[in-house]
């Protein structure tokens, strides 16, 4: 039986080394403590440093009206993906700002700016906003000016002044390096089948200067697709008066393009591929060919094309093949054949090269090949923090549940280590627990 002063003496030991260890645990290994240099990031999720907060009026919301891209089949989501330029637009701008519509018709883009809002105003509903992604000095905004009449305005920032506006269709969208902003609208044709999309590149530090117009007359490519314009004369009136680097690419169902640079222009459809640069101040063909184009941002161009056999002349089955090139060139690298099968195109993924191979993620955490990014655990983590405010304000207004039925919005920006919460009634901007996902999105995406 152990005496009872050695049980006390052993309580006491515990009690006081309990005491040391609270005492010392703040303060690192190295300093003498107990408790490691940083705790895990992802026990510090909850506690949310708010950069920014914009109370909306009520009627005014972070909602586009009728924004959809030639190239988009479905409705992008609200918030949005990470806010890359190749991306659809997002009312969510970057860590800087909303585009709002309002009651009336009436619309505006409020910035933070210098530990302030500031307002660009309109007197038209915004179809589209993006900041350039390589200053963030430009803003774009398309507006719904009547029916079936839109405008393409680019601004500057902050001070608000047009640098150039035109007659565009329901979108607008910047290059990826944030030098040219593209516009477009359908030319009219003989029928649906016979669409044809008009593009434009505009410069974004000057005014345009002299429209041009693709000619179609590469020596050893196909010529044009019969209808295609390649004289301006052929434009329809509004095509005349647009703007800038014209092309006219003939458009079916499915087709897709990508402006990586503002000098280079991918086009992809069922009929085949074309690589378009910009030179002497007009889009020319670089090359041309057939197969399923995609793009792999920010890194590569994608193909898949028919591979003949050497028996394909006596009818043996002809198999598929894929290749990769650079943005800037048709150099087209074969892959292996056994390499795993890419994702179907979206415009969520972004690409990276890991080790040997290749990796997709998207802002959902959706995955492909992709093991070195962490999990992300901050949208959840900020839906339940920001809930009980979103309930507050579904009891100070009836219209909240309407625009918010399921409870506050996200939109991470984790490139930019924030985020945006609509909780009904404001828009806060809150700073990112700086996790290892976020460091490593920073350098891929930035």
């Not at 309002?102 to 210098?114: A, D, N, T």
């Not at 405008?151 to 290059?175: D, H, M, N, Y």
Request: hydrophobic letters at 45%; glycine letters at 10%; aromatic letters at 10%.
């Amino acid at each position: 039986m152990i005496p009872q002063r050695y049980i006390i003496a052993t309580l006491f030991i515990a009690a006081m080394l309990l005491l040391f260890a609270v005492v010392q645990a703040p303060r690192p290994v190295n300093a003498g403590g107990v408790a490691a240099v940083e705790s895990p990031a992802v026990m510090n999720l909850g506690g949310y440093e708010t950069l920014a907060e914009f109370r909306l009026v009520d009627g005014w919301a972070p909602r586009f009206q009728g924004a959809q891209d030639p190239d988009q089949s479905e409705a992008w989501p609200f918030e949005g993906g990470f806010g890359t330029p190749w991306e659809p637009a997002s009312p969510y701008l970057a860590d800087q700002g909303l585009a709002l519509n309002g009651p009336g018709g009436r619309s505006e883009v409020v910035l933070w700016r210098g530990l302030e809002w500031r307002h660009y105003r309109f007197d038209a509903p915004l179809c589209s906003a993006r900041l350039d992604p390589a200053k963030g000095n430009r803003l774009l905004v398309t507006l719904q000016m009547g029916a079936a009449r839109f405008e393409t305005r680019l601004l500057e920032v902050p001070e608000g002044r047009v640098i150039w506006s035109a007659q565009s269709g329901p979108w607008s969208r910047f290059s990826w390096d944030g030098r040219a902003a593209l516009i477009g609208f359908f030319e009219p044709g003989e029928s649906r089948s016979d669409s044809r999309l008009l593009l434009s590149t505009l410069p974004c530090d000057q005014e345009p200067g002299e429209a041009t117009l693709a000619a179609w007359g590469e020596p050893g490519l196909p010529a044009a697709p019969r209808g295609t314009a390649t004289k301006a004369e052929a434009l329809s009136e509004d095509g005349r008066d647009l703007p800038g680097q014209r092309v006219e690419l003939p458009w079916h169902p499915g087709d897709r393009f990508w402006l990586p640079r503002s000098d280079r222009l991918w086009h992809g459809g069922q009929y085949g591929w074309t690589a378009w640069g910009l030179e002497a101040g007009q889009w020319r063909r670089l090359a041309a060919g057939p197969g399923l184009l995609t793009a792999q941002p920010p890194q590569r161009m994608a193909l898949v094309e028919p591979l003949a056999t050497a028996g394909a002349e006596e009818g043996a089955e002809k198999g598929m093949v894929r290749k990769t090139s650079p943005l800037a060139k048709a150099e087209w690298t074969e892959v292996a054949p056994g390499a795993l099968v890419w994702p179907a195109w979206d415009a969520a993924w972004a690409w990276r090269a890991e080790g040997s191979g290749w990796g997709a993620f998207d802002a959902w955490d959706q995955r492909w090949n992709e093991s070195a990014l962490p999990p992300e655990r901050q949208r959840q983590t900020l839906f339940e923090s920001y809930r009980s405010e979103w309930r507050s304000a579904c009891g100070l207004r009836a219209s909240v549940k309407g625009w918010l039925p399921r409870g506050p919005e996200i939109a991470l920006r984790e490139p930019l280590g924030a985020a945006w919460i609509w909780v009904g009634d404001r828009a806060l901007l809150v700073r990112l627990v700086e996790v290892e996902r976020v460091r490593i999105l920073r350098k891929l995406l930035r």
